[in-house]
């Protein structure tokens, strides 16, 4: 079984097996009290399904946050019902946490202890006091030098224990790398990282007191080229990871004047992104870097705002993005295949609305 998509039929799966764990005494829909009982045949949040399915969670702890997320949706809240389920108590965060990073498609780090400390070291004054203290708050730390497939060019490698998460992404973006690429890594060894590197500072910001931190240390080369940037390509076309990616293709879009882009799975399941210009529909690139999943997933969840899957359904919402200092809207459709439950079975179509 794949790690980052559901099978055909995992959502009745799980909610029958869920059902038998209820006592017979109990009707499924009337844990909880929220105004929207809770039921596990209602279950379509992805990394709900895998952590049950992986029995990670208990149905009381779900059972639980369905209360709770209920409440807050109706108070206007857009997080996902997994993010409500993660701050449980006697829940597994770290296991939940991974699985959400699957089913997104990022990778969990294999992080070397001594070589990550090594690279802190040496991007100790690479960045700036604030830019540190955002990774300590967000847990997102360097753990190694790798090269971009795209470019054959050094990039530095981070780790963080929710990839998914936007603000992780737009702090990386802040950086100004040329490249980099995003893992998963469970919280404990990042804080562990950290706490190595600053020990009383992991707690008492600001922390650019240690002298064995900013001492000079001459940085190793492959960091050194990791940091240089390449200015002959638009920084936005050269991040590698899944939100950079539908980032870039934002930009793509704009600039090569598209009205629309569409995007689909091809026979060898690599995206095909094909962009309508002036009537036609022109290949731009294939995409095989990463699960298309994981791209659906991130559009359903932090885009159009929709945590229930259902293939029969078209959704779609206009967004806006500031792109070379233009603020830009955008309509984005994901058009069901109404053969197959398949989660990337359909296209999802970005129309380029305007600008001002």
């Known amino acids: 079984m794949s790690e980052d998509c559901i099978p055909p039929g995992m959502v009745q799966r799980v909610g029958d097996e869920a059902s038998k764990a209820i006592q017979p005494s109990q009707d499924p829909r009337e844990i909880g009290t929220s105004q929207e009982k809770f039921s596990p045949h209602d279950l379509r949040d992805r990394v709900v399904i895998m952590s049950i399915f992986y029995e990670i969670v208990k149905l009381d702890h779900v059972a639980k946050a369905w209360q709770r997320w209920t409440e807050m949706k109706h108070k206007g809240s857009s997080d996902s019902f997994w993010r409500m389920l993660v701050r449980e108590r006697d829940v597994d965060r770290d296991a939940i946490y991974e699985v959400a ?36 708050q967000l847990l997102v730390v360097p753990i190694g030098v790798g090269e971009d497939p795209r470019t054959g060019h050094a990039r530095l490698i981070f780790a963080t224990h929710d990839p998914t998460r936007p603000e992780v992404a737009r702090l990386l973006q802040s950086f100004s790398l040329d490249s980099f690429e995003l893992r998963y890594s469970a919280p404990s060894v990042i804080t562990e990282l950290f706490a190595e590197i600053f020990p009383p500072q992991i707690q008492n910001l600001p922390f650019m007191q240690d002298e064995e931190l900013v001492e000079e240390v001459p940085m190793l080369p492959e960091v050194e080229a990791a940091l240089i940037k390449d200015e002959s390509k638009p920084a936005e076309l050269n991040h590698n990871s899944l939100v950079d990616w539908f980032e870039s293709v934002l930009v793509a ?40 999943e994981g791209l659906l997933a991130y559009i359903m969840d932090e885009i159009i705002k929709v945590h229930d899957f259902d293939p029969g359904v078209i959704m779609e919402v206009t967004f806006q993005r500031w792109i070379e200092r233009n603020l830009t809207r955008f309509h984005i459709m994901i058009l069901p295949n109404v053969d197959t439950d398949e989660l990337m079975s359909g296209t999802v179509i970005i129309r380029l609305l305007g600008h001002r």
């Open 253 to 292: 879009t704009y600039r090569d004047g598209a009205t629309e882009t569409h995007i689909f799975l091809n026979d060898q399941r690599e995206l095909e992104i094909h962009f309508n210009v002036d009537g036609q529909l022109q290949l731009w690139r294939k995409e095989a870097t990463f699960h298309p």
């Open 101 to 136: 990073a699957q089913i997104y498609g990022f990778e969990v780090a294999e992080i070397n202890r001594l070589r990550a400390l090594a690279l802190i070291r040496d991007l100790a004054e690479t960045f700036s006091q604030e830019q540190w203290q955002q990774m300590i």
